[in-house]
């Protein structure tokens, strides 16, 4: 073999050996880490693996009646710095040293709180100190903030060099605030605990969802997060609420409580055929003369309801027939004894009413009309006068899926857990020795406006998931018939002329030129328990129930008002003006009329089409088809339209991916969507349609690129 071959086959054969070496060490090691080292390894496995993380699911929303939203979980952050991030101490920190001026400077124009040398002086500290998470900004910030400040000097180079950390959270918002804010409710400040009140404690289980679960794994000194399993985010609540009814309901409630300086006010309104609860108000006087909704009193304070429980004794003894509207009864000077006790009507002071009908004894709210009338019929056996209470369903307990919510409590004579005495009968038919939350008042009556059908209470619509309904709600009808037709006639006859009466009504204000309302006012005084009703002095309650307009009645409505400080108190001039000013601002908004409505202004020689702004093909033809408009053109996804009055047609759009497209002619809702597609940062400016864009179609994009949007009319 020549002297080449030799090395050759020298060096193979070293390499060769090196090679073999290599493998027995690997392989030695390999089975020393899995014998002698296994324990070790295992535990060093476990601190850097974090298992059966919880991750949260998003809790869903609660949408009002037209679905505007009312409450909704928003992402917010706390923003640190970690300064030990090996990038802001190479070259002697260079990276760090060479943008702390600027990122101060730009801190402190953004957020206000401390001077550009006082956010250097600490972060230079906590910089030296190696602090691991820095917060340099204490407050919460927005989503939008945080995009602000990833592209602030330094924290633009990203996390790994800058050193920017995030931690979120997720704040509950009520977009319209204090609207039904205790109807909709409140949630913990550890979201995890979920619902306080309202509607997001009583559908709980359904809005927070499921939890997951995942892992974190310490890869090259960075956590990476493995979800194992996915959380599954709640469900979204559509309650009943109206917004704009809200409104009205909470304004007139409020300004009349102001006015009065009462202590607590109720305001709730229901829609008669559906039972949906549109508006619900519960106000309580704060110590520094504010109102705020602190509990939702409507449905849980079991009160003594006072006069507007006078219907329910007249309904009760005009079906039974024991009496007549025009049978006539003996008031006297307005105050009459049974037993010991007397009782009053509130003109005894002027010498009572004497003789009337018992008609004009609910226009009235005469006490002694009304329990002198209860006492005739069922004084020998006021167990059937209770008996047929029950029957119409006015002690069966509503599910309002309101927490706290209370069922009414009207005793029986039979019931040995409660005294019966030989007064409860008489100051029981005038809403006393009764106990019944407003809420419950106020169905009854909506029975009345529902041609007899009592039903309950609905503050639900429907339970949705991702825009599909998985559950309607419907009222439960608790009795399909409160009473026969002809007394129903007659009750509502008499509501009627409590607010309509010249002579006797006690709800002349209620009347209203624009709709009809009919109703029952309601005075009473408060209970102090065993203290007795004029303990450290009297105060009342005052109401009104009742429904409107009268010939078609659509809405029922119930106001209560406790211990007014200004005024004699008066259920018609108090609480009900405030149903006045609810059914005519109510009946106002309800009016409505469609294009096929309304006639032609003698003027108009010819009729105008309607000008048709550019944007998603699919709305435009609904829009022109139920307007019974014609269109020329055709379109696919999004169009571009030409619209004179006279004439509209449609030319297809396209939309190219990356590029900026003609927006012109678009309203704001279609221009800031397709902006946002584009991940562009959008500076809007006027109202109407769009007539200029700062980019031009066809304009390639970048990821936050600003473009300026001008609106006119």
């Not at 691991?132 to 945080?146: D, R, T």
């Not at 927070?208 to 000194?221: D, I, L």
């Not at 003369?289 to 006069?307: F, H, L, Q, W």
Request: hydrophobic share 35%.
């Amino acid at each position: 073999m020549t002297e080449p071959g030799k090395k050759i086959i020298g060096r193979f054969a070293t390499v060769y050996i090196i090679i073999v070496i290599l493998m027995m060490s690997i392989i030695y090691n390999i089975a020393k880490i899995q014998t002698v080292e296994r324990e070790n390894w295992l535990k060093l496995g476990e601190k850097n693996n974090k298992n059966d993380i919880i991750v949260r699911p998003n809790r869903g929303n609660i949408y009002s009646a037209d679905g505007r939203l009312m409450a909704s979980s928003i992402p917010t952050y706390y923003v640190y710095m970690d300064t030990r991030v090996p990038a802001l101490h190479e070259d002697d920190g260079k990276l760090f040293a060479e943008n702390i001026d600027s990122l101060s400077i730009c801190l402190s124009d953004y957020f206000g709180d401390k001077s550009s040398e006082a956010y250097k002086r600490d972060m230079t500290a906590a910089y030296r100190q190696g602090k691991g998470e820095y917060n340099f900004y204490k407050g919460k910030i927005s989503y939008a903030q945080l995009k602000d400040i990833r592209r602030f000097p330094l924290f633009r180079l990203g996390r790994n060099k800058s050193g920017l950390l995030t931690k979120e959270m997720f704040s509950r918002v009520k977009p319209f605030t204090s609207l039904a804010s205790r109807t909709i409710g409140d949630i913990y400040a550890d979201e995890s605990r979920g619902g306080k009140n309202g509607l997001e404690l009583g559908f709980d289980s359904i809005l927070k969802g499921t939890p997951g679960v995942s892992s974190r794994q310490k890869v090259a000194n960075r956590w990476e997060e493995i979800t194992q399993v996915e959380p599954v985010d709640g469900m979204d609540i559509v309650s009943t609420i109206d917004v704009d009814m809200q409104d009205i309901t909470e304004k007139a409630l409020l300004d009349k409580l102001k006015e009065i300086e009462a202590q607590t006010g109720y305001a709730i309104l229901m829609e008669v055929a559906t039972g949906e609860i549109k508006a619900i108000v519960n106000m309580d006087r704060n110590p520094d003369g504010s109102y705020t909704e602190n509990r939702n009193g409507a449905v849980s304070d079991k009160v003594e309801p006072g006069s507007t429980f006078k219907t329910v004794s007249l309904m009760a003894v005009l079906d039974d027939g024991k009496a007549k509207l025009t049978d006539v009864i003996e008031t006297g000077n307005g105050l009459y004894k049974f037993g010991k006790a007397t009782m009053r009507d509130h003109n005894a002071h002027k010498g009572g009413y004497g003789s009337i009908t018992l008609e004009q004894s609910l226009n009235a709210s005469s006490n002694v009309g009304i329990s002198r009338t209860i006492y005739r019929a069922y004084g020998d056996n006021p167990g059937k006068y209770v008996d047929k209470l029950y029957k119409m369903g006015l002690n069966e307990p509503f599910q309002l899926y309101i927490p706290g919510s209370a069922k009414p409590w009207i005793r029986h004579p039979n019931d040995k857990s409660s005294y019966w005495s030989a007064t409860t009968l008489p100051w029981m038919s005038i809403g006393y020795e009764v106990q019944i939350p407003p809420i419950y008042t106020l169905a009854f009556y909506n029975a009345i406006a529902n041609n007899g059908k009592y039903i309950e209470p609905l503050f639900v619509k429907s339970i949705n998931k991702n825009g599909l309904m998985v559950r309607e709600f419907k009222a439960r009808v608790i009795n399909s018939q409160i009473c026969k037709p002809s007394t129903l006639k007659e009750v509502r006859q008499a509501l009627l002329g409590v607010v309509e009466n010249p002579k006797y009504g006690t709800g002349k204000a209620v009347h209203s030129p624009y709709v009809r309302i009919a109703g029952k006012t309601g005075t009473a005084q408060i209970s102090k328990g065993s203290a007795g009703y004029s303990a450290g002095g009297k105060s009342h309650q005052v109401s009104f129930c009742g429904f409107f307009p009268y010939e078609n009645p659509k809405y029922t409505c119930i106001v209560v008002i406790r211990e007014p400080k200004i005024g004699y108190p008066s259920g018609g001039l108090m609480s009900g003006v405030v149903v006045k000013n609810i059914a005519e601002r109510i009946s106002a908004i309800d009016t409505v009329s469609t294009i096929f409505d309304l006639q032609l202004d003698s003027t108009y020689t010819e009729i105008k089409k309607p000008l048709v702004k550019s944007g998603k093909y699919e709305a435009i033809q609904n829009v022109m088809t139920n307007l019974q408009q014609s269109y020329g053109g055709e379109g696919t996804s999004w169009v571009k339209t030409i619209s004179d009055g006279k004439t509209t047609n449609l030319t297809n759009l396209p939309l190219v991916a990356g590029t900026v497209p003609d927006m012109t002619g678009m309203c704001a809702k279609d221009a800031i969507y397709l902006c946002e597609k584009l991940s562009l940062k959008i500076n809007m400016k006027g109202i109407g349609k769009l007539i200029s864009q700062s980019l031009s179609p066809g304009t390639k994009t970048a990821k936050g690129q600003e473009i300026t949007l001008i609106f006119e009319n």
